[in-house]
Structures are given as C-alpha cells and as structure tokens.
C-alpha cells in the first residue's frame, strides 16, 4: 500500500484502533513478504501439530514468531495519535508567525 492509495484503504480497512491498525498492517506485510508468511505458518505448525487452536497458555506463549511478527508491524508501522490544534492567540515556532485561529495538525 504505497501512496495515496494505501492511506484510503488503511483507515477504511482499520479505522485508526490500535490493535485494528496493527493487525491489518501485520496481514498486509506477510502477504506481501511471502517468506516471512511461510515461515510463520510452519513455525505455527510445528507447535500445534494437528490442533486447529493452543490447548494451553503454555504453548500459547511458544508461538513468539507471531509476536515478532506484530512488533516488525508495530515497528514498520507504528500506531501515532494525530492532534488537531486551533490557535487561541498569535504566537511564533521556530521565527514561523502563526496567527491566532490557524488549525494545525500533529
């Protein structure tokens, strides 16, 4: 999702939550980083045999590919808070004028 096209889709696929946001960009980056994506299913595989789901939090806590995989996102992707701001007054930034009622963005 490069460009202006991968910031429409993001927020309309996502929203902006965070837990969302990471785990659109964690499915997004494995489908384009098809290796990554391999080796995450064997190594989940190989954990859980023919079981479809953990049958325990230990073996839950065995599958640390899968939180590598999140932090890589989180890490790729990182999850920043926008603040919209008004000015209540004139003020400068940096010698910058900003005069009073100006919206900004951060």
Not at 33 to 43: G, S
Not at 49 to 77: N, Q, Y
Request: glycine share 6%.
């Amino acid at each position: 999702m490069k460009g202006v096209g991968g910031q429409r889709v993001h927020p309309a696929a996502c929203r902006e939550d965070t837990t969302a946001n990471t785990l659109c960009w964690t499915l997004y980056l494995l489908h384009t980083h098809r290796e990554a994506w391999r080796a995450l299913v064997a190594d989940v595989d190989r954990l859980l045999g023919a079981d479809t789901m953990p049958r325990s939090f230990d073996v839950t806590r065995e599958l640390e590919s899968i939180e590598h995989c999140a932090s890589e996102s989180m890490r790729l992707r990182p999850v920043a808070p926008m603040f919209f701001m008004e000015n209540n007054r004139a003020t400068t930034l940096d010698g910058i004028a900003i005069p009073a009622g100006v919206s900004s963005s951060v």
